[in-house]
């Protein structure tokens, strides 16, 4: 197998798959732009690739799969285009239930979705609800998410522990911080991408992806399609994961059966 990826393998051709892929999915407006069409455009052409980064995680039994859909940061943004991308997740979330619940996915929001409307708290609530007894891939949607909100609400809460007596602050170590984080009850991603052709991981999950190998596409999201997908878990393939081990030490370790 090449680095490349030109071959296109089946399963069997890798010889580690992640468990968690997480997407910084970047480059609608490029997209659009390209096409001379309206920002929004490349949004909507992007749901296209989130139906089959989802069919390719399914298809290789990977754990979870979370897609970085919208920041803290991007309330910035046009007004007009904030409230085309929030019509865009009410009609997907209400769109696409049934094709997760026939693929056996289980949807989960991160983020403070406190700041989204009523009506699209609901509907986030609704499809959660109807998705929870799945049992085959996670499927987070990162919405109002940022890396140091998640670790800031962390610290909170932990400081409000440590304030009623629940908890002294000399206990505080990074596994009760990990586990007051969003999605503590799953793995950490193994495989960070970003489409797009940025290389900066914009305040997505800064804790949890301390380990995480980082694969950089210069694909516009909307044509990051399956292939593209496949690609990016060739170059996962490839890699050897140490963390903080020499070679000789993981190898030493892999054979007594302690690291994954
Ligand atoms: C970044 O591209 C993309 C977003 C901020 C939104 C992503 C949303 C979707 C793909 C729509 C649907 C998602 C779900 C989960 C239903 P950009 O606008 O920053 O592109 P640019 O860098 O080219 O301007």
């Known amino acids: 197998m090449t680095q490349s990826g030109i071959d296109l393998m089946d399963v069997d051709g890798l010889t580690q798959l992640p468990r968690h892929v997480a997407i910084i999915m970047d480059g609608n407006g490029r997209w659009a732009q390209q096409r001379n069409l309206p920002r929004h455009a490349g949004h909507k052409a992007g749901v296209k690739t989130v139906r089959s980064s989802v069919e390719q995680s399914v298809k290789y039994g990977i754990e979870v799969l979370t897609l970085f859909a919208f920041s ?106 990990s586990s007051e984080l969003s999605f503590s009850d799953l793995p950490d991603p193994d495989l960070f991408i970003r489409t797009g052709g940025e290389q900066r991981i914009s305040n997505f999950m800064l804790w949890q992806s301390a380990y995480s190998e980082l694969y950089f596409s210069e694909a516009f999201w909307p044509d990051f399609d399956a292939q593209a997908f496949d690609q990016a878990l060739e170059f996962f393939s490839n890699r050897q994961r140490r963390f903080g081990m020499t070679s000789e030490q993981l190898a030493l370790a892999e054979n007594k059966g302690s690291v994954e």
């Open 72 to 177: 803290s940061e991007n309330w910035k943004r046009p007004q007009k285009e904030v409230s085309l991308l929030m019509d865009l997740f009410m009609v997907a979330l209400q769109r696409e239930v049934k094709r997760l619940k026939r693929n056996d996915v289980r949807l989960r929001i991160i983020g403070d979705r406190s700041a989204f409307s009523e009506k699209l708290q609901q509907r986030i609530a609704a499809a959660e609800a109807d998705t929870a007894n799945n049992s085959g891939l996670v499927l987070q949607i990162a919405a109002n998410y940022g890396g140091r909100w998640d670790i800031t609400q962390a610290v909170h809460r932990l400081a409000l522990k440590v304030e009623s007596g629940q908890l002294k602050a000399g206990a505080i170590d990074e596994s009760l911080i």
